[in-house]
């Protein structure tokens, strides 16, 4: 048996190899690399809240929340866009949580992996995820605005095609909160003699909330800062009203802020900026919220 002398002076010196030397080397740059990418990000953020903020200080007020777009830049405001924006991406969650959360249910615990309608669907789900949100933007144009569902430009036409750009994305991360859920809950649960669905509702979904519903908010807060497919759909940038219903014309932030910064007249770049501030407010206060249902639902778990 070898003294364990002798093992720590072997091991001492195998940590001066060549090989250790090289993996720390390795390790040292890797950290580094990381830490560069870090600073880069922060660093660029940083750069656009400054500029956003020394420029958009001025026009930062209520008037800018309370008054409607006009053409005269002291007395334009951004109400008009703020309910846009609300009634589309509250028809899109409406829409595209339950229907995704559903697809992600069926795939990850009823689906049979072998039936190839099933494998097709999932690939299908993987490839949708990817596609340019501009191309949902056609196909709206194509066959929801027009073609067989005529629903015109409207509330309605833009939330089934934002619906249409997160969807893939909400089944993902619904399935991967699903997936993250122990083999052994669904067992115990079984084995106790509740059946395949009353153990996916009663015990498997309500461990996954946390990250169903993170992952969820998140998705669908993506669809607030989109623009590209809309302006194939109608969504107008100069609307003097807010949306009364799902048949409503409209307009959303993202719009309103291009048609700001694309004046020739620079006294609306501060108005383009505060706008973006607003934005940025609305996305940060629904990724906290996504923040405070996790770590709730977390806490009710343990």
């Known amino acids: ?10 091991l001492e010196v195998d940590l001066h190899t060549p090989t250790s030397k090289r993996r720390k080397v390795v390790d040292a740059l890797f950290k580094l690399f990381l830490w560069v990418s870090l600073g880069t990000a922060l660093g660029t953020l940083i750069t656009i809240l400054v500029d956003l903020i020394t420029e958009g200080s001025t026009r930062l007020n209520p008037t800018l929340v309370t008054n409607m777009p006009s053409a005269r830049p002291e007395r334009a405001g951004i109400q008009s866009a703020i309910f846009g924006s609300l009634w589309v991406v509250g028809t899109t969650a409406l829409i595209s949580i339950p ?39 056609i196909l709206g144009l194509a066959f929801i605005a027009r073609g067989f569902l005529s629903f015109g430009f409207t509330v309605l036409t833009a939330a089934l095609i934002l619906t249409l750009v997160v969807l893939p994305t909400v089944v993902i991360a619904s399935r991967e909160a699903l997936r993250a859920v122990p083999n052994s809950l669904r067992q115990g649960s079984l084995a106790l003699g509740a059946t395949e669905w009353e153990t996916v509702y009663r015990q498997v979904l309500p461990a996954a909330v946390p ?24 969504a107008l940038t100069f609307v003097t009203f807010n949306p009364e219903g799902f048949d409503s014309p409209y307009t959303v932030l993202p719009l309103a802020i291009f048609r700001f910064i694309s004046d020739a007249r620079p006294e609306f770049r501060p108005l383009a900026a505060a706008s973006g501030l607003v934005l940025l407010l609305i996305l940060l206060g629904m990724n906290s919220f996504a923040i405070f249902l996790r770590n709730r639902y977390e806490r009710k778990l343990r």
Request: glycine fraction near 10%; proline fraction near 5%.
């Open 1 to 10: 048996m070898t003294p364990p002398s002798t093992e720590v002076a072997a």
């Open 99 to 137: 229907t995704g959360v559903g697809a992600a249910i069926y795939l990850e615990e009823f689906a049979r992996k072998n039936r190839w309608y099933n494998r097709l669907i999932e690939l299908n789900i993987q490839n949708l995820a990817s596609v340019p949100s501009v191309v949902y933007g």
């Open 211 to 234: 990250g169903i519903a993170t992952g969820t908010i998140l998705s669908t807060s993506r669809a607030l800062g989109e623009s590209a497919p809309l302006l194939l759909v109608g």
